[in-house]
């Protein structure tokens, strides 16, 4: 059936608006945190795949980082394993890790190469530990309380934070027209496993790869001012005044953090989009409004 002229109209409009957007970021490389609300939802895990399918067969190269909290502390409850948290973090011992890598480089990372894939896209999943990707040490948590006369070191297991990314296993993949996706699972120097936070590995793959965009998928719709609305385009030191004033707080602190540390560390833009948002990549990437907030250098 023919489209309707108002329709088709629409239609146009919408594809010759992608173009410029399509000629600058050709080649470019764009770092997606992908968790939350669109990983949970079977419309907006279709939206998701289809945009990364997109993206790559215009000639920007994706690579996802997918978190994958809810499933591991889900697979955890079944086993009856108790999960502590400090500061937010699991406390992750040799038991609870071995579930993290089950959940997070087993089932969540492979579940969405197949996505990917369905959708007609080349994907291909892994953790860090896979050719030495994410180089991985202890994160060591300090405990500040006003009665203690120093800090103390809290122990909270294998919960490590990024040493290096070896980039020549994704330029490998990506000159091959492959879309990588990778677990957050980082190895030590040792040869330990630890888990490190998807937003902080997004980060720091962003960085490494020089990426034109990191984009961190959430459960928000932004960052948002003191009287609620949704803030756009910020300069890293209007988001440095921001933490400094306390309008950035408590959850949103470190996600905004890694977004600016990765900006200040050679990404050109970060982005704090809505996940909860169909095809919100898309919309974020090909339109000057998208559907959160963009934190540039400069």
């Given at each position: 059936m023919a489209l309707d002229r108002e329709t088709a109209m629409q239609v146009s409009a919408v594809l010759s608006k992608g173009l410029p957007y399509i000629q600058r970021f050709t080649g470019k490389t764009v770092v997606i945190k992908y968790g939350g609300n669109a990983m949970e939802n079977e419309e907006l895990k279709s939206s998701f795949a289809r945009d990364v399918v997109l993206m790559k067969l215009v000639g920007i190269n994706p690579i996802v980082v997918h978190g994958g909290g809810p499933q591991i502390g889900e697979l955890l409850e079944r086993l009856n394993i108790k999960s502590n948290f400090v500061n937010g973090m699991r406390v992750t011992d040799s038991q609870t890790m071995d579930v993290v890598e089950m959940v997070l480089g087993g089932q969540v990372n492979k579940q969405i190469v197949s996505l990917i894939n369905s959708h007609g896209g080349t994907a291909v999943g892994l953790t860090g530990k896979d050719a030495n990707l994410i180089r991985a040490r202890k994160l060591e948590v300090m405990n500040r309380s006003p009665e203690l006369e120093r800090p103390e070191i809290i122990d909270i297991g294998h919960v490590g934070e990024v040493d290096s990314v070896n980039v020549e296993v994704i330029d490998m993949l990506t000159r091959s027209n492959v879309i990588p996706v990778i677990a957050p699972i980082g190895v030590g120097p040792d040869g330990a496993s630890y888990n490190i936070n998807a937003d902080l590995v997004a980060g720091k793959v962003a960085e490494a790869m020089k990426a034109e965009k990191l984009i961190l998928l959430t459960n928000v719709s932004g960052l948002k001012s003191k009287d609620g609305k949704v803030l756009t385009g910020l300069t890293?030191?209007?988001?440095?005044?921001?933490?400094?004033?306390?309008?950035?707080?408590?959850?949103?602190?470190?996600?905004?953090?890694?977004?600016?540390?990765?900006?200040?560390?050679?990404?050109?833009?970060?982005h704090i989009i809505d996940g909860r948002v169909a095809h919100a990549t898309l919309l974020e990437i090909f339109t000057d409004e998208g559907v959160g907030t963009l934190i540039s250098r400069n």
């Amino acid at each position: 059936m023919a489209l309707d002229r108002e329709t088709a109209m629409q239609v146009s409009a919408v594809l010759s608006k992608g173009l410029p957007y399509i000629q600058r970021f050709t080649g470019k490389t764009v770092v997606i945190k992908y968790g939350g609300n669109a990983m949970e939802n079977e419309e907006l895990k279709s939206s998701f795949a289809r945009d990364v399918v997109l993206m790559k067969l215009v000639g920007i190269n994706p690579i996802v980082v997918h978190g994958g909290g809810p499933q591991i502390g889900e697979l955890l409850e079944r086993l009856n394993i108790k999960s502590n948290f400090v500061n937010g973090m699991r406390v992750t011992d040799s038991q609870t890790m071995d579930v993290v890598e089950m959940v997070l480089g087993g089932q969540v990372n492979k579940q969405i190469v197949s996505l990917i894939n369905s959708h007609g896209g080349t994907a291909v999943g892994l953790t860090g530990k896979d050719a030495n990707l994410i180089r991985a040490r202890k994160l060591e948590v300090m405990n500040r309380s006003p009665e203690l006369e120093r800090p103390e070191i809290i122990d909270i297991g294998h919960v490590g934070e990024v040493d290096s990314v070896n980039v020549e296993v994704i330029d490998m993949l990506t000159r091959s027209n492959v879309i990588p996706v990778i677990a957050p699972i980082g190895v030590g120097p040792d040869g330990a496993s630890y888990n490190i936070n998807a937003d902080l590995v997004a980060g720091k793959v962003a960085e490494a790869m020089k990426a034109e965009k990191l984009i961190l998928l959430t459960n928000v719709s932004g960052l948002k001012s003191k009287d609620g609305k949704v803030l756009t385009g910020l300069t890293a030191k209007q988001v440095n005044e921001l933490i400094e004033d306390g309008t950035i707080h408590g959850g949103m602190l470190p996600k905004i953090r890694c977004a600016l540390n990765a900006v200040e560390n050679g990404v050109r833009t970060s982005h704090i989009i809505d996940g909860r948002v169909a095809h919100a990549t898309l919309l974020e990437i090909f339109t000057d409004e998208g559907v959160g907030t963009l934190i540039s250098r400069n």
